[in-house]
C-alpha cells in the first residue's frame, strides 16, 4: 500500500456544549512537529481565556508519530480520545485541538472522553478527507549528454519535479509513487540509496 488518508488544507471546525463547558475544535493538516507547535501556539494565544487546550496529531504515512495532550484535564480524558478519532478513521498528517471554556459543572472522566471525543469528530467531520500517494524522493545527477534520454525517462514515468538544474553535470530531484520509485531508479541507472 503506497497511499494514506489525511485532510485537505481546508481548517476543518466543530463545537460541542456540556453543562455550560463548551468545546471548540479545528482539525488541520500538518506533516511536521513544528508545524503542530506553531498552530498550538497559536490556539493557546487566540484563546488565552480558555481553561484547556488539548490536541492529538498523527504524523508520517506509516502513521508512526503520534502524541496525546491532555493540557491539565485528568489523564486521558482529552488528548486521547482525541487521537482515538484520529485513528477510527486511519488519518494521518491530522492536528486536532480542541479548545475548552469551563462552564462551572465538572463533567466527570466519562462526561470530558464524551465530550473531546465529540467535538473531535465534529472538526474532522467538517474537514475533506483524501488519500493521497506515498511519494519517495529521488535526487541524482547525470551528465548533460544524457539529457534527451533523461527527459524522455521522466516525462514516460511523470514524476513530480521538485527542483532540476542543467549545466555541465544536470541535477534532478523528483518525487514518484513509493511502489514506482526503484523502477525509476532502474531506468535511470542510479543505486537505491544505502539505509
Do not use: W
Not at 31 to 57: G, N, Q
Not at 112 to 117: G, P, Q, T
Amino acid at each position: 500500500m503506497d497511499t494514506f488518508k489525511t485532510i485537505s488544507d481546508k481548517t476543518g471546525q466543530g463545537t460541542y456544549t456540556e453543562k455550560r463547558s463548551k468545546f471548540l475544535a479545528f482539525s488541520h493538516h500538518v506533516t511536521t512537529v513544528d508545524e503542530v507547535k506553531a498552530l498550538v501556539a497559536a490556539y493557546r494565544k487566540k484563546y488565552y481565556d480558555a481553561r484547556h487546550v488539548c490536541y492529538a496529531y498523527m504524523l508520517g504515512p506509516e502513521r508512526t508519530e503520534s502524541r496525546a495532550n491532555d493540557d491539565g484535564e485528568p489523564s486521558s480524558t482529552a488528548g486521547k480520545p482525541i487521537l482515538g478519532q484520529i485513528n477510527s478513521r486511519e488519518l494521518t498528517d491530522v492536528l486536532v485541538v480542541v479548545v475548552r471554556y469551563y462552564g462551572g459543572v465538572n463533567l466527570g472522566t466519562g462526561g470530558l472522553i464524551v465530550a473531546y471525543r465529540t467535538a473531535a469528530s465534529a472538526a474532522l467531520d467538517d474537514a475533506e478527507t483524501v488519500t493521497r500517494q506515498q511519494e519517495e524522493t529521488i535526487r541524482f545527477t547525470f551528465d548533460y549528454a544524457r539529457m534527451n534520454e533523461v527527459m524522455r525517462i521522466v516525462k514516460e514515468m511523470s514524476p513530480r519535479i521538485i527542483s532540476q538544474s542543467f549545466d555541465n553535470t544536470c541535477e534532478m530531484t523528483v518525487a514518484i509513487r513509493k511502489s514506482e520509485a526503484d523502477t525509476l531508479r532502474g531506468r535511470l541507472k542510479i543505486d537505491k540509496p544505502k539505509p
